[in-house]
C-alpha cells in the first residue's frame, strides 16, 4: 500500500486522485497504461500529461472538469479558446443563465438593428462588444450546466 502525500501543495492531478482514494499505485492498476512513476510525473508537474491521459484520469478519478482544467490551463489552443469553467451548485447555474438571458431579452432588439445590415459601425461598436460578452456570459453557464450534469451522472445522481 502507498504512502499518504504530506505535500501541501497538489496539483488538481494529484488531489483528484486523492479524493478518489486512490495510491498511484492503485490508480496506475486502474489506468492500465499509465504507470504510477508518470502519474508521480504529472502530480509533481516535473512533466505535462498527454490529453489521451486526462481523459483516462478524468473518467477513472470520477472528476470530468480535469477535462476543462487541462484545456483551459495547460493546452496552448485551450488557453486561448476554452474558458475556465467552475464546478458549481445547480441552483447558482440556474440562477446565473437566467440573469443573463433576462438581460439579453431586453438587448434582442439591438442586436437585430446592429446586426441586420451585416456591418457593425462605429457607433454599433459599444453595444454590440455589451450583448457579446452577455452570450459569453450565456455560454460559460451553459458549459457549467453540462459539467455539473457530466458529474452528476459519475457519482450516480443522474441515470444515462
Known sequence: MG???TKENKNI???SREAAGLTREGAAELLEYMSSDRIEKIESEKSLPHPDEILAMADCYKNPSLCN???SHECPIGQEYVPEV???DLSQITLEMLASLN???KEKTRLIEITVDGIISEDEKEDFERIQNQLSQ????VDSLQLWVQKAI???K???
Open 3 to 5: 504512502r499518504k502525500s
Open 13 to 15: 492531478y494529484q488531489t
Open 69 to 71: 482544467y487541462y484545456c
Open 86 to 88: 467552475k464546478l458549481k
Open 103 to 105: 438581460s439579453l431579452e
Open 138 to 141: 450565456i455560454s460559460l453557464a
Open 154 to 156: 459519475v457519482d450516480g
Open 158 to 160: 443522474i441515470c444515462q
